[in-house]
């Protein structure tokens, strides 16, 4: 790859596909409080290779570009693809195609 960090900073975004691609291939994120990394990140606020913003604080982003630029993402990488791999997706569906069942008997 030819960058060092990924941005970001969509002020709407409803589920934030941008930011996982980002961080799946391997460049750590900076990115705004927007889709489903916002949401994950109140809960994993520590993953390694992404910060996510609550609001607008531009010196505060460039010292954390130079901070995180090289880092290598990998526990985030592997938070990520395991929360939206193949077998995690149907399993997630399963689950529920199972519980609709159970509701119709």
Do not use: W
């Not at 975004?13 to 990140?41: K, N, Q, R």
């Not at 880092?71 to 938070?79: D, G, T």
């Not at 995690?88 to 509701?103: G, V």
């Amino acid at each position: 790859s030819e960058n060092d960090v990924g941005l970001f900073f969509s002020s709407e975004e409803t589920f934030g596909l941008v930011p996982i691609e980002m961080l799946t291939s391997g460049l750590p994120v900076l990115c705004g409080d927007t889709g489903v990394v916002a949401d994950i990140a109140v809960n994993k606020c520590n993953l390694k290779g992404l910060k996510v913003y609550s609001h607008v604080n531009y010196q505060k982003m460039a010292n954390d570009i130079v901070d995180i630029k090289d880092c290598e993402p990998i526990e985030a990488k592997r938070y990520f693809i395991n929360l939206f791999s193949c077998e995690k997706i149907i399993e997630e569906y399963e689950n529920e195609y199972q519980k609709l069942l159970k509701m119709s008997c």
